[in-house]
């Protein structure tokens, strides 16, 4: 079945930039995502990539998808400590499937550490 | 805009009591879910619906009823609760379409079964 991989933690240090990094099983994603949630907090959506792009910029994000070979990252220009959050990757198989298609399969996340 | 609103925020229960959790959403999302997450293990499908009347079992559905009698309510039930059920619950909902279908998550509730 569908497997999303990311890294447990990361830690970086405030002005540098973080990326985080997720492999995804199924080549039929159709969108792949980034989630960030903050403690205590509901996930809020960061980003998201259609899979015939091979790279988005929002402002400090950019997100590289290397279809080929099922990865996904997320790269934070001028981390802030505000940038300390939980992030999640997660994909959404065949949007034309059907009923199922509407679910996205999460990652375990990755804890962004910030040190000031 | 509301977007989704989960109560309670926070819930203690003993074993074998029973309790819903409440998820409402104002934006006229035909797709709702519920997940679980818990330490190490991300966020787990619980179930899921794609319309009123409809609902569907996902990763993790044994300990929890759900029903939708309207599109904008999408309650979570517990009828025994256990401590393998202590974890924090998010509901989430889309417009079910094509596109990128973004899930908005509520603010999660909290429960504990001692």
């Known amino acids: 079945g569908e497997d999303v991989e990311q890294s447990l933690f990361l830690s970086v240090r405030e002005g540098d930039s973080s990326v985080i990094n997720c492999t995804y099983t199924d080549s039929s994603s159709t969108y792949l995502y980034w989630y960030k949630q903050e403690p205590g907090a509901g996930l809020q959506l960061l980003t998201y990539?259609?899979?015939?792009?091979d790279m988005k910029q929002d402002q400090r994000l950019t997100v590289l998808l290397n279809k080929k070979d099922k990865h996904l990252s997320l790269r934070i220009a001028d981390t802030q400590t505000g940038d300390s959050a939980i992030y999640f990757c997660a994909e959404r198989p065949d949007a034309y499937s059907g009923a199922g298609s509407y679910q996205l399969t999460f990652g375990k996340g990755t804890k962004l550490s910030v040190i000031p | 805009n509301a977007g989704v609103t989960q109560t309670p925020k926070f819930q203690v229960l003993k074993t074998g009591q029973s309790m819903t959790l409440q998820c409402a959403q104002d934006m006229n999302h035909e797709y709702m879910s519920w997940y679980r997450q818990d330490p190490g293990m991300g966020l787990r499908l619980i179930h899921y619906?794609?319309?009123?009347?409809?609902?569907d079992q996902g990763e993790v559905p044994n300990g929890y009823n759900v029903s939708r009698s309207t599109t904008e309510d999408f309650p979570l039930r517990l009828l025994s609760a256990a401590p393998s059920q202590t974890s924090v619950y998010f509901c989430?909902?889309?417009?079910?379409?094509?596109?990128?279908?973004?899930?908005?998550f509520g603010a999660g509730s909290r429960l504990t079964v001692l």
């Open positions: 619906s794609v319309g009123a009347g409809i609902t």
């Open positions: 989430a909902s889309s417009y079910g379409g094509v596109g990128a279908n973004v899930l908005t």
């Open positions: 990539i259609f899979s015939n792009m």
